[in-house]
């Protein structure tokens, strides 16, 4: 049997077992040099002014969220606007927050949030911010997003937790919003094991992040270093401060040796990110003449792909024979993060597969696969030619037949595969309802009742 292709992948490196064998031999593991130092270099590759280092990506929107709400004054109930596609983290930190997640459907080139659809969603008086993500590695539309959401008033949270360093019309993600985060956790573009990042360039709102991510503590003492050299008046006040909590806040620290695994990492970041755009142009070359069943994805001129994943989506059947094919092959998949599909939000929001078709559809029919810098172009060609096999050979099923067809008009001037678009560039892009469903959820077909061979 060839090597697994996993999805993510860490290694040790040099560096970063000089990095860990200093902190053992310093003892120092609460927040400090290293923490400090891989803050600075995050941010300043974002441009942005602060960076929190904490012990989720979640952890980060759940604290970003509950800054701006306490800044803003907001009230429990008050509305935030989240895409009807993403990992569930993003909608559940809303609801933490006692505020209400309102939905609003994806673009189906980029699969991040459609700003066209943004205004709509703004109603009544109660929104107050929105969280566009971007989704795999590729930047949501996020200028105009931020020029809707600016002249509503909301606030802007980027999801980041999927991208890093990619940029759009040449400036960082994270430097669009009013805060941004980003997640470090397993198979992200950095593997810190558990980890995530918030940004800013608002003073008030990193005060109360780093605040809200340690209890909630006044800021006067919020690490052992805030003391150092401190006499007279001075010393006494922090004394007095320093089991002050000011906010009900949360205990979201990491250690030292998460930061010392993310700087390692930050420091050959380039090199990752070229690794991983080699592969996925590679898979995007190899599997061309599959396109009239499969969406690639595209990277629209503007913007850069930090490609975190490599999305595949089937235009119109379910997804479960490939991937079930894949993983056979030594092929690990995963399911594009949903959100319309998940029992935790069924009986709150019955309607979302009916309300967001986009989301539906990709729901359905999107996974995706590993480009990470560990695999290669051979293991590129082997997915390539995994997928090309389970279409000419393994699958007997006719496609499921169009009920419903949406038609797009994407204005967007795309590339594709890094390239000008020529043929085929789906500007006109068809994507369908099936008829109907199986127990398991799976589309099925009036001439065959479970093509997929799945068990219901
Ligand atoms: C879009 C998105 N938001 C938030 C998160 C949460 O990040 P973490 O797992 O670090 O909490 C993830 C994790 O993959 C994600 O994909």
Redesign the pocket.
Known sequence: MSKPITVGHFAFTPKARRYVREIMKSGRLSYGPFSQRFEAEFARLHNCAFAAFMN????A?HVALQAMKEQGGWKDGDEVIVPAQ??V??VNIVIHNRLKPVFVDVDPITYNLDHRKLIDAIRGGKTRAVIP?H?HGLPAQIDEICHDARAFGLQVLE?S??SMFAKFKGQPVGSWGDAACF???IA?LLSTG???LATTNNPDLAKRIRSLMNHGRDGIYLSIDDDDGLSGERLREVIAKRFSFTSIGHSFRATEFEAALGLAQLEGHEKMLAARKRNAMRLIENLRDLEDKIQLPIVPQDREHAWMMFPIVLRYEDKAGLTQHLEEHGIETRCI?RIVDQPCYASEYPDLAERFPVASWLTRSGFYVGVHSALDVGDMDRIADCIRQYFQVVRRVPSIIAEETVTLDHDADLTYAGKKATEPQPRSQPWTQPRRENAAGLAVSEESPNPLGAST
């Open positions: 989720s990506g979640t952890s929107l993403t990992f983290a993003t993500v989704l999801d937790c999927e997640s470090t956790y992200h558990i980890g995530g993060p």
